[in-house]
Structure formats: C-alpha cells, structure tokens
C-alpha cells in the first residue's frame, strides 16, 4: 500500500532555503503524480506544487511560483521540495499527496479533491 512520508520541515530565517523530502518505503511512488499542499490553522489546505510521474508535467501556485522548485528521483522514491525565499507567509504543514492513476490529465489542478492518499505532513516555520 503506498504511504507517503513528509521529511524536512524546519524553523527557517525569512529569506532563509529549505528542501522537503516525500517518501514512501515502496518502489510504486514512480507511477504516482505528486502534489504538495500546505495548511495553517483556520486555512484551507492550499495547493503549492505538483510534478507527474515522470517529471514531464510540473505545476506551481502564484503564490511559490519562481521560489519553489520541485523535482523527482524515482529511483529512490521520493520528490523534493526546494524552497528559496522563504517568508513567514509559507509558515505552515506541509504535505505531500498522490493522485490517482488515470489516463487523460495529470498534474492539473492544486486542489485536495485531486489527491486520494496524504501523508502525516511536516512543519516548517520561518521566522520574521
């Protein structure tokens, strides 16, 4: 059964950098388009990031785009998350998300409905 796991969340600097990591101990992660989300407390969880399965396809929010970079190495099963720039803004839980295996569209759309397995999440905090 694939079960994500979210690794890397720190207390960061503001303009400080810090790479998040989603594994998983299977090596079907490869087939899976990855998302990441992030939540703060009274927020809704908000779409960040996405890459499909073999890096082809990547998305960004408006909000991480030109800071954040994502990338794959399906060899080793996980997706990272760099992120530059940081601010108190990108304060928050961060969580790494599957979507399905369909055929058609991939990597579309940033929103929770998309994503059918989560993992526990990670926090990052960057101080003012």
């Known amino acids: ?3 994500l796991v979210e690794s890397g969340g720190d ?3 503001f303009g400080g950098s810090l790479t998040l990591s989603c594994t998983t101990s299977v090596s079907t992660l490869q087939y899976y388009t990855i998302g990441w989300f992030r939540q703060v407390p009274g927020r809704e969880r ?3 990031s996405c ?9 960004y929010a408006d909000s991480v ?3 954040f970079d994502i ?3 399906n060899a080793n099963n996980t997706v990272y998350l760099r992120m530059n720039s940081l601010t108190p803004e990108d ?5 790494c998300a599957a979507e399905p295996l369909r055929t058609g569209y991939v990597c ?5 409905s998309e994503y059918f397995r989560w993992g526990q999440g990670t926090q990052v905090t960057v101080s003012s």
């Open 1 to 3: 059964q694939l079960q």
């Open 11 to 13: 207390l960061v600097p």
């Open 46 to 48: 908000e779409g960040i």
């Open 51 to 59: 890459i499909s399965s073999m890096g082809r396809t990547i998305k």
């Open 65 to 67: 785009k030109g800071r």
């Open 71 to 73: 990338s794959r190495n």
């Open 91 to 95: 304060t928050g839980v961060y969580y």
């Open 108 to 112: 579309e759309k940033l929103i929770t």
